[in-house]
C-alpha cells in the first residue's frame, strides 16, 4: 500500500530565504505526483504536477523535483514571501487508480518578514 | 470563471440525522471525488465518480453515500452510520484523462451538535 511521508511537518523562515520541503513515497510505480497548497480553512490550490517520465517542473518561484527510484520528491520554493505561508500536500497518482490521490500529511510554512 | 462550488460552507448534523453536502462543477470534468481531512491529517478518498451514473468506493466508503445523476454534480451524504462525521470536506474534479490535475472546491466543514 502506498503510503506517503512529508518531512518536516513545520517550517519556520525569514522572509527572503529559499527552503526546500520533502515528499517521500514508498511505491516508486506511480502515475504522477502533486505538489499542493492550502490556505487555513481552504480548498486546495495545484502548484505542480510531475508526470512520472519527468524530472522536474517548474513555475515561478517553484521548482519541484521527481526521483522515482529513491521514492523523493522535493518542493523548492526561491526566495521566500509572506504570503507563501500555507500547508503544502504533496500527493501521488498510482497506475491504475483512475486518477485518484495518495496524500501525506503535509508541511506547514510560516514565513517571517 | 469555470470551477468548483461546495456548499454549505459549514454544516452541522444531529444525532441519527442524515445530511447532504453539495458540490457542483462547470469544468466540464468527467471525474470527481469526494475526501476528507481531518486535522492534521493528509486527505483520505471518500468516493470518486469517473462517468454519470456510475462511482466507486475509495478508502473509508462506510458510512457515506453518493450519486451521479448529472455530469457537473457529486453530491455526498453523510449517514447516521458514520459515527465521527466532523471534519472537513472537499470535493475534486479532473479530466479524467491522462491524469491532470485535480481541481478543489473550498471545502464544507462538518460538525456534530
Known amino acids: 500500500k502506498q503510503e506517503v511521508t512529508q518531512i518536516p511537518a513545520a517550517l519556520s523562515v525569514p522572509e527572503g530565504e529559499n527552503l526546500v520541503l520533502n515528499c517521500s513515497f514508498t511505491d516508486s510505480a506511480i502515475y504522477n505526483l502533486q505538489w499542493f497548497r492550502q490556505d487555513p480553512g481552504k480548498g486546495l490550490t495545484s502548484l505542480l504536477l510531475i508526470q512520472s517520465s519527468q524530472r522536474e517542473q517548474t513555475s515561478g518561484r517553484l521548482n519541484a523535483s521527481l526521483d522515482k527510484s529513491s521514492g523523493r520528491s522535493t518542493l523548492y520554493i526561491a526566495a521566500s514571501q509572506p504570503g507563501d505561508s500555507a500547508t503544502y500536500l504533496c500527493a501521488v497518482g498510482g497506475r491504475g487508480s483512475q486518477g485518484n490521490l495518495i496524500f501525506g500529511k503535509g508541511t506547514k510554512l510560516s514565513v517571517k518578514p | 470563471d469555470g470551477g468548483i462550488t461546495q456548499s454549505p460552507k459549514y454544516l452541522f448534523r444531529k444525532e441519527g440525522q442524515n445530511v447532504t453536502l453539495s458540490c457542483e462543477q462547470n469544468l466540464n470534468h468527467d471525474a470527481m471525488y469526494w475526501y476528507r481531512q481531518d486535522p492534521g491529517q493528509g486527505l483520505r478518498l471518500i468516493y470518486y465518480?469517473?462517468?454519470?451514473?456510475?462511482?466507486q468506493k475509495g478508502d473509508i466508503a462506510e458510512g457515506y453515500s453518493v450519486s451521479r445523476e448529472k455530469k457537473e454534480s457529486f453530491p455526498l451524504t453523510v449517514t447516521s452510520a458514520q459515527k465521527n462525521p466532523t471534519a472537513f470536506y472537499l470535493c475534486?474534479?479532473?479530466?479524467?484523462?491522462?491524469?491532470?490535475?485535480?481541481?478543489f472546491g473550498d471545502g464544507t466543514r462538518l460538525s456534530i451538535l
Open positions: 465518480s469517473q462517468i454519470v451514473n456510475d462511482f
Open positions: 475534486a474534479s479532473s479530466s479524467g484523462q491522462g491524469y491532470q490535475p485535480q481541481h
